[in-house]
């Protein structure tokens, strides 16, 4: 991926240097629906492309048999993500094993536990969802705490998932189901953005499996999470752009305020 100037990764007294936005990277999947980058888009005449930097494997029957696991026999099951969703009733699908109606699913995310019904009948089961962090399920946790939870997951994990379940002392088991790897990113080598948009540490490792001589320069860095912003800094990047924090708690709201600045509140005509 081509740059211009540099970043030195030591550097402790880098001032940000607003300059016009013009071309933004969203390391996502196209949003197939409306979207706010959609109208930001518009709003100050940008060319916002995207370009997943990563995506999901699913494990085999084959390689999954090898952890001696019986899905059903876990009457909880905790999920994290609709990739988790998918890939615990494919498994049981592959597997032959019939669960119970009785199983309780605890979601992360409304979202995802809207999207459950695309495998089961909520009047049957028995599903419990969180607002957006693992500790919104709290109360739940506590009143099947003698339960056997199952942790559907990905190759890289969920660390502070896995922290909060075992602080708290819950039975649980983490399971891989399928694996996040970086995506074929070579046809972008020489293309140049203007913002990088990361949404996870992953995309982050993307970026430099691809590119590793990939140095900064004038390219901005926009970052959504703790995690993704360490992994930005461990790689000697400089975040020019952060969410959530409480003035800007998405990534559109965090783009459009710096480009405000950057352009100085230029609208498209």
């Given amino acids: 991926m081509s740059t211009k100037g540099s970043v ?15 071309t933004i990277l969203i390391s996502q999947p196209k949003p197939v629906d409306k979207s706010p980058y959609f109208d930001m888009e518009q709003k100050y005449g940008l060319t916002i492309d995207w370009r997943p930097f990563i995506h999901v494997e699913s494990v085999s029957e084959k390689e999954f048999r090898k952890n001696r696991i019986n899905l059903a026999d876990y009457p909880c099951v905790i999920f994290s993500s609709k990739g988790a969703v998918d890939n615990y009733f494919r498994l049981c699908e592959e597997t032959r094993v019939k669960i119970s109606q009785e199983t309780r699913y605890f979601c992360l995310t409304e979202a995802i536990a809207n999207y459950l019904q695309k495998f089961i009948l909520y009047r049957k089961r028995k599903v419990f969802m969180g607002k957006r962090i693992i500790d919104d399920l709290a109360h739940y946790f506590n009143k099947y705490k003698t339960e056997k939870y199952l942790l559907p997951c990905s190759n890289v994990g969920s660390s502070e998932l896995v922290s909060y379940l075992t602080k708290i002392n819950v039975d649980f088991t983490p399971v891989i189901m399928y694996n996040t790897v970086s995506s074929d990113l070579s046809d972008l080598s020489d293309v140049y953005y203007d913002v990088l948009a990361f949404f996870s540490p992953q995309g982050i490792e993307s970026l430099f499996e691809n590119f590793p001589d990939f140095n900064q320069n004038k390219t901005r860095i926009a970052v959504f999470g703790n995690t993704t912003f360490k992994a930005a800094e461990d790689k000697g990047l400089f975040v020019n752009i952060k969410a959530p924090t409480p003035e800007v708690p998405s990534m559109t709201m965090a783009l459009e305020n710096y480009i405000q600045k950057a352009n100085n509140g230029h609208k498209a005509g």
């Fill in 8 to 22: 030195n990764k030591e550097s402790t007294t880098y001032v940000e240097e607003y300059r016009k936005v013009s």
